[in-house]
């Protein structure tokens, strides 16, 4: 009876429903023929006053949403056959009970055929949507490359709505004449609002690290931006509006392009980085002085300073947003990933962060009622590999026994 749309094991086609697979598939492909065939056995072996109408009348409707027009097409004649040839086969062609269920299930195979064109359609707009979706996510929040300035990037956005690209956090890191710098913040509300106050974040971020000379420059860049953002906003954003930020800057010691062992950061109000030595200690750069969010600057003005924190060879610092510290599971115990990745060693920064993805599922369940950015930046040790990365944007749901990395 045909195939249904798509391949296993692969995505289907754009404007297509998603195929089904494995044996979920083999059973759903079969379906409409067995149904044919078990309404013709019953037919026969039951008496004349029995009828498998309703079973020739569901066999096009079980192909409409899984299969193709043609296929729809073709179940539906073989089902209006079916019951003819039984009725002609029985001598009850003429009858009255006969004709009229010859007409519902040719009046129910015409509604099959209807049902497959908005699926179709829908599945069109879906995929449209997808990649709409796909376009914005790339020219926001731009994936980093997965070597920077000799620092090996991963980064990660986990959605906590099915389905969803971007939201409310950011991430971003560039190489700069000053060294390699990154933020990576949290803003305020949900929605258009929110992704269009992460573009202007990441918009001012990118200039502003070029051109500005200390890392206390680009926050007080941003802060300008998100006030300037402020003035043209409605309602409650328009007064409340702000966006943590932790930014960071390695900078290098000379022209040869090497570090110099430490790494400066100013924290705007978000959670503070982990520094995952190469041997598993780590410590937690909680900042030396507490400081309002950015675009706060109305309510108390103070000068930004920029913390020098050790960054040794071999270590990986990991940025993250609300989403991983804050993640409960179902007694309503926050995720602590200072506690779950104490002692712990990982080969590069991918690794790190498949780890612990596949940890903060698990201590939730597989949900979570925030958004999640993560990005990790390791210095290699001399010798150290490449490594290569993936940045999916992976929705919530899936799940993993994994633990977040593995023992020395």
């Known amino acids: 009876m045909g195939h249904p749309q798509g391949a296993a094991g692969g995505g289907s086609r754009r404007g297509e429903p998603r195929p089904a697979y494995g044996g979920a598939r083999r059973f759903i492909r079969a379906l409409p023929p067995l149904v044919i065939v078990g309404g013709v056995v019953y037919d026969v072996a039951t008496p004349p006053a029995y009828t498998a109408a309703p079973l020739f009348s569901a066999a096009p409707l079980i192909a409409a949403p899984f299969f193709s027009l043609l296929t729809t097409l073709l179940t539906?004649?073989?089902?209006?056959?079916?019951?003819?040839?039984?009725?002609?086969?029985?001598?009850?062609?003429?009858?009255?009970?006969?004709?009229?269920?010859?007409?519902?299930?040719?009046?129910?195979?015409?509604?099959?055929?209807?049902?497959?064109?908005?699926?179709?359609?829908?599945?069109?707009?879906?995929?449209?949507?997808?990649?709409?979706?796909?376009?914005?996510?790339?020219?926001?929040l731009p994936m980093p490359a997965e070597r920077i300035g000799g620092l090996q990037c991963a980064a990660r956005y986990e959605a906590a709505q099915a389905d969803a690209f971007i939201g409310g956090d950011l991430f971003a890191v560039q190489d700069t004449p000053h060294g390699v710098r990154l933020v990576v913040g949290d803003v305020r509300g949900k929605g258009l609002d929110a992704v269009e106050a992460v573009a202007v974040v990441i918009g001012a971020f990118r200039e502003a690290a070029e051109q500005e000379r200390t890392l206390e420059g680009v926050a007080q860049r941003l802060e300008r931006a998100l006030a300037r953002e402020g003035t043209r906003r409605h309602g409650l954003d328009a007064f409340e509006g702000f966006t943590t930020a932790v930014l960071a800057e390695i900078p290098r010691t000379d022209g040869s392009g090497t570090f110099g062992g430490f790494v400066r950061v100013v924290n705007r109000g978000h959670p503070p980085p982990l520094l995952l030595y190469a041997d598993g200690r780590l410590d937690l750069m909680e900042p030396g002085e507490a400081a309002l969010p950015l675009g706060m600057g109305?309510?108390?003005?103070?000068?930004?300073?920029?913390?020098?924190?050790?960054?040794?060879?071999?270590?990986?610092?990991?940025?993250?947003?609300?989403?991983?510290?804050?993640?409960?599971?179902?007694?309503?115990?926050?995720?602590?990933?200072?506690?779950?990745?104490?002692?712990?060693?990982?080969?590069?920064?991918?690794?790190?962060?498949?780890?612990?993805?596949?940890?903060?599922?698990?201590?939730?369940?597989?949900?979570?009622?925030?958004?999640?950015?993560?990005?990790?930046?390791?210095?290699?040790?001399?010798?150290?590999?490449?490594?290569?990365?993936?940045?999916?944007?992976?929705?919530?749901?899936?799940?993993?026994?994994?633990?977040?990395?593995?023992?020395?």
């Open 298 to 408: 109305d309510l108390a003005v103070w000068p930004d300073r920029a913390e020098a924190k050790p960054y040794p060879p071999g270590a990986t610092l990991l940025f993250y947003t609300d989403g991983l510290s804050e993640a409960r599971n179902a007694q309503g115990v926050f995720y602590d990933p200072a506690e779950r990745l104490a002692g712990r060693i990982f080969p590069g920064p991918e690794e790190l962060l498949d780890a612990l993805v596949d940890d903060v599922r698990l201590h939730t369940g597989g949900g979570s009622t925030d958004d999640m950015a993560l990005l990790a930046v390791s210095r290699p040790a001399a010798g150290q590999p490449e490594r290569r990365r993936t940045m999916p944007v992976v929705p919530p749901g899936g799940g993993g026994d994994r633990s977040p990395g593995h023992r020395a």
């Open 76 to 140: 539906g004649i073989a089902a209006v056959l079916a019951s003819v040839g039984l009725h002609v086969y029985n001598g009850t062609a003429d009858e009255i009970p006969a004709l009229t269920e010859t007409l519902t299930v040719l009046t129910v195979s015409a509604l099959a055929l209807l049902i497959n064109r908005v699926v179709r359609r829908s599945g069109k707009q879906l995929a449209s949507a997808r990649v709409i979706a796909e376009t914005a996510q790339k020219a926001v």
